[in-house]
């Protein structure tokens, strides 16, 4: 038995060459299925808990003499790579400046992105964790202004039928079913955003990827942590950042999750489920100081 993804439904399997094993217990000590353990001095393979071999792919990563191989739901050895050296990692201070610098952008220069750094902004956002793996987060990149346009114009069409739906009348029959806080939500911010982003289409202006050169759209598997998404969206944002680019993250994508025809020209499974959109671009003006937010609040307990 394992824990279901869409895709996998049997556990990683893993592997130990016994000739190169010194039995360190570094593998078994890491492993959290209890897959690998150490009995009598002896490093054994096992079934572990309910879930088997997760492929988390710790044991491969801190055997000292590279014994262990994990192979199964999407995992091979030769995904292993040497980590960066210490001195070649972000400190404290440089990510804390960085985290303080990104401020969401909404006006974009004429410049475009290249195709290679959009592939590079992807390659880092693989490095995002998950739930459980394999990662169950799809992305949809639309590179260059043509395509951000299409996505934007079958967007703001998906749009104009969800704003058509939550009308006075749908929305007092769902308030006993979503409660009274959810109900405003609805009325007062997002039917009103909806009918603005189409008002403003309507007018000639974009007011939902505001005329990026690169957008990208995060989606997951029905099997899928919802979280895995929204964290693949800050690491590309963070990504994005740090290669000196702007970006915004949009959050009215979710109202498309039910639209099939939008979901069919965006190549999206029907079964999936849409959540986050990010434009990215060269931002047009530059931010000349920062900012100290308040979260609502912080209990040490």
């Not at 880092?124 to 998950?130: E, I, S």
């Not at 950042?241 to 702007?246: D, T």
Request: charged fraction near 25%.
């Amino acid at each position: 038995m394992t824990i279901m993804t869409f895709d996998f439904t049997r556990p990683a399997v893993p592997r130990v060459e016994p000739e190169s094993c010194t039995n360190c217990g570094q593998c078994a000590e890491i492993c959290p299925s209890q897959t690998l353990t150490v009995v009598d001095g002896k490093l054994r393979v096992e079934a572990g808990i309910f879930t088997g071999c997760i492929g988390c792919t710790h044991c491969m990563m801190v055997c000292p003499t590279g014994s262990v191989t994990v192979e199964g739901r999407r995992l091979a050895p030769e995904d292993i790579g040497e980590l960066p050296p210490v001195e070649a990692r972000a400190t404290a201070d440089q990510l804390e400046a960085l985290l303080s610098a990104r401020r969401s952008v909404r006006r974009f220069s004429e410049e475009e992105v290249e195709r290679r750094v959009a592939e590079r902004i992807v390659e880092m956002v693989r490095t995002a964790p998950m739930g459980i793996p394999p990662s169950e987060v799809g992305i949809v990149v639309f590179h260059g202004r043509d395509k951000v346009r299409q996505f934007a114009e079958d967007a703001v069409e998906g749009f104009r039928k969800v704003a058509r739906f939550l009308n006075p009348l749908v929305l007092a029959l769902m308030r006993p079913f979503i409660g009274k806080a959810q109900y405003a939500v609805m009325r007062q911010f997002v039917r009103p955003v909806l009918d603005l982003i189409v008002k403003r289409w309507d007018e000639g202006a974009d007011d939902f990827c505001y005329e990026a050169p690169l957008a990208m759209l995060f989606h997951h598997c029905p099997t899928g942590d919802p979280a895995d998404d929204h964290i693949a969206a800050t690491y590309a944002m963070l990504a994005a950042q740090s290669l000196g680019l702007g970006s915004c993250l949009l959050g009215t994508t979710v109202a498309l999750d039910h639209d099939r025809v939008f979901k069919a020209k965006c190549g999206i499974p029907q079964q999936n489920k849409i959540s986050l959109g990010l434009v990215i671009g060269h931002p047009r003006t530059h931010f000349r100081r920062s900012i100290r937010r308040q979260l609502a609040s912080v209990h040490f307990v």
